[in-house]
């Protein structure tokens, strides 16, 4: 019996998984972030711990500021995680209500008011919400909040590894195989964490890529009817700067 729940594991892992952007492998990668500044402002850290389940590696990763805040070492963090993260079904795990409902809400909106709020001031943090939309275009990402300093100890890991760095002091980041990791990234309640909901902005295009042919469409109804059935990526875009680089992204990745 064991055998065969070990080979129903492995065919399930292998998987095509259809999802909103591109069919892929079910590899998946798992990223917790945090961030904080002493004083806000003032000195700051963030942390980041990237699992790789497929291949058993985990990463961690941090770093500082001298002048900085909450909400930029928060964002910075999840900026560095995704530079190094490898290509996947990404889940990224943060106890940043700002960042995440910004990237998954608000950017559409600034985005087409040239950067202005709705108060028509200028949208703090633009030079990292540029960076956050460039790392994630193309990327297949689900979003979720967790409840900070509730248990779980891949949030509860970050934390330390960000305030050791905001603090000045020494900290040994891990790089290695997961088995040899004590930080459980796995075991989380479900009430601390929310999964983030989708904007609800009006969509810039629809692209796709069928045997390494794009193809845009204005519509949802077209899109579908090219990549139905197919082994075919695409994905809603809601700016020609997003739908520039998504384009230029899949071009490089072949």
Known sequence: EGN?????????ALRPAFCFGRIILMKEIIIFTDGGAIGNPGPGGYG?????KENKKVI????????TTNNRMEMKAIIEALKNAPAGAINVYSDSKYTITGITQ???????NDWKTKNKTDVLNKD???QLIDVTSGKDIEWKHVE???????????DVIANSFARGKEVVLFNGNSED?????????????KVAKKSNAKPYSYISMVDGKIEKHSAWADCEKRVKGKKARFKKTFSKEEEEETIKTWLNEG
């Open 4 to 12: 065969a729940t070990s080979r129903r594991q492995k065919r399930l």
């Open 48 to 52: 980041a711990i990237i699992f790789d």
């Open 60 to 67: 961690e990763i941090g770093g500082s500021e001298k002048n």
């Open 106 to 112: 608000w950017v559409f909106g600034w985005q087409q």
């Open 128 to 130: 990292l919400w540029q």
């Open 148 to 158: 900070g300093h509730v248990g779980i100890p891949g949030n509860e890991r970050v």
């Open 181 to 193: 990791y004590n930080v459980d990234l796995v075991s989380m309640k479900s009430d601390t964490v």
